[in-house]
């Protein structure tokens, strides 16, 4: 595996491969990480599929494959037990110890049929124990079918049995409490009891066996399984399955996404089976299409961002120079950090920042307790979004009102929006009116009296027991695109020299990270209040 991938895609499956080669064939490095259990392992053939009509599923993944590396997809046989999210995006972890990375992460990796607890079932589940007359009716047709009754869906389920045979039989076994008129017009028997095995001879089902020990003579049975989501290992991230109700019964779960298959994780998407328990291998492979296609539009959307950034960056080294140049003669009144100047470059382009949470917030907070944040400098609200995601309540303050705007605007899109309130305000002068457990603070560059008093406020936000993370770009780190400024720069020491005997512990170092392919350091602040 490379160390890094545009896309990894979890779930080999219909959904999993199709999104995988759209992506692929978009010139997109991509690598498919499946545990080799599709939920249609013991179905002979695959039904409704056009043109592919009853290929075993197994040839049918095969084929898929192939068409993958053909456009440079790579798969591995492998099971991941765990996603993180940080600022260099996804790392995957895989049951051999093994890791990956990835700018975005699609989940395919399907459902789990959860059959009642009656003995046989699972020995003839897939064969002729079976839940959809789409997937396996035309195979029963005109044979003596049984419907196992354990949840509302059994009406519904017997009626669409009832169009491809005349003998249809509902066992009441659980669940009795439906309308038995549609089903007595239609000439469909119920038989009272519950069931305690299925019947075979020569592994072919011939009967239900009744608790009495009365045994009904069946070709098939029926069943409506419960249907949960494989996706435990999404709760580090925040990411629950959600239950899918039919009448108010619950009848399996889901992981919820928009139609597009995007979660609230900024960057993970699902298709298929996991996002939707009703989709057929057509229908799957058709999420697995758009997500792919919209995971590939995000990407071109971010990279076309960075690009116009890079082009149009206000820091060339003519307006550097120009810059140097007022400092040295004490003629910059107004920096060019200035409330206006930021108005004037988040209108210019229709995203400054990538959305993703900055990385020295991301490894201190991430083992804090949730409670109440403060996110000083909030930009676009990559960091507050990330917070409330965590489960914080978050004030985010900024002073540019088309940067709150757009926080706003994805925190709704992300369904966070009630956890983050937004406000409008310039550090220099702004009060907290309440004491956070975490206050953060990244990149507030201004001139070196108004960052003093700035950041002897958010210090003094702090609740006792609670955070101040304060994180500048180290003064010695100077590429080109930076303006020399040394009024605006400062050390995590500087901030350190300035907090009284109130704090517990305080840490000041210098961090290397990754950015627009160069190495950086930041400056850091870690303190703990007493």
């Known amino acids: 595996m490379d160390e890094k991938y545009d896309v990894v895609v979890v779930g080999g499956g219909a959904a999993g491969l199709s999104g995988a080669v759209a992506l692929a064939r978009s010139r997109r490095s991509v690598l498919v990480v499946d545990s080799g259990e599709p939920r249609n392992a013991p179905a002979g053939h695959v039904h409704n599929y056009l043109a592919r009509e009853s290929t075993p599923p197994a040839e049918l993944l095969s084929l898929g494959r192939a068409e993958l590396a053909g456009y440079g997809g790579e798969v591995v046989a492998q099971t991941v037990t ?73 009406v519904h389920q017997a009626l ?33 009891g519950l069931v305690a095995a299925v019947e075979s001879t020569d592994g072919q089902l011939t009967g239900v066996r009744l608790d009495s020990g009365e045994v009904v003579a069946r070709e098939a049975l029926a069943v409506a399984p419960r249907a949960s989501a494989r996706a435990d290992f999404l709760a580090p991230l925040g990411i629950e399955p959600e239950p899918v109700e039919f009448n108010g019964f619950v009848i399996g779960t889901r992981v919820p996404a928009d139609a597009s298959g995007m979660t609230s994780v900024p960057g993970l998407w699902v298709a298929g089976n996991v996002s939707d328990m009703r989709a057929q291998v057509v229908v799957s492979a058709a999420a697995g299409l758009m997500a792919g296609a919209a995971i590939n539009g995000n990407l071109v959307e ?84 990330w917070l409330a995601q965590q489960g914080w309540r978050v004030t985010a303050v900024d002073f540019s009102t088309t940067a709150i705007e757009r926080g706003r605007a994805q925190a709704a899109k992300l369904g966070v929006a009630e956890r983050i309130t937004w406000v409008a305000a310039d550090l220099g002068e702004w009060v907290p009116e309440s004491k956070y457990e975490l ?15 700035a950041f002897a406020r958010l210090a003094d936000a702090v609740a006792p027991g ?3 993370l304060v994180v500048g770009h180290d003064p010695s780190d100077v590429h080109a695109g930076r303006p020399h400024m040394p009024d605006m720069m400062f050390t995590a020491e500087d901030v350190a020299e300035t907090l009284d005997q109130s704090w517990a512990s305080v840490a000041a170092d210098v961090r290397e990270r990754a950015a627009a392919e160069m190495t950086v350091r930041d400056t850091v602040l870690v303190a703990r209040k007493r």
């Not at 206050?439 to 008093?453: C, D, E, K, Q, Y």
Request: aromatic residues 8%.
């Open 466 to 468: 609670g955070t101040l």
């Open 160 to 192: 669409m049995w009832r169009q491809l045979t005349d003998d249809v039989v509902v066992f009441r076994h659980t669940y009795g409490d439906f309308d038995e008129a549609p089903l007595l017009a239609r000439g469909i028997r119920i038989v009272d």
């Open 439 to 453: 206050v953060t603070s990244h990149f507030l560059h201004v001139p070196s009296a108004a960052r003093t008093a």
């Open 302 to 385: 971010e990279e076309a961002a960075e690009a116009v950034r890079r082009r149009e960056m206000p820091f060339s080294h003519e307006i550097e120079r120009e810059v140097a140049a007022k400092v040295n003669e004490h003629q910059m009144h107004v920096p060019p950090f200035d409330r206006g100047s930021w108005e004037e470059r988040y209108r210019s382009q229709p995203e400054m920042w990538s959305g993703q949470p900055n990385a020295q917030l991301v490894t201190e907070a991430r083992d804090l307790e949730p409670g109440h944040a403060l996110d000083a400098g909030c930009g676009e609200g990559g960091d507050a979004i």
């Open 82 to 154: 765990s996603i993180a999210h940080g600022d260099k995006g996804f790392e995957i972890s895989l049951a051999d110890g093994r890791r990956t990375y990835a700018r975005r992460v699609l989940v395919a990796t399907g459902l789990v049929d959860e059959l009642p607890e009656v003995a046989g079932l699972a020995e003839h589940w897939g064969q002729d124990v079976l839940h959809c007359p789409y997937c396996h009716g035309w195979e029963a047709r005109d044979r003596a079918i049984g419907v196992l009754s354990t949840g509302p869906m059994t």
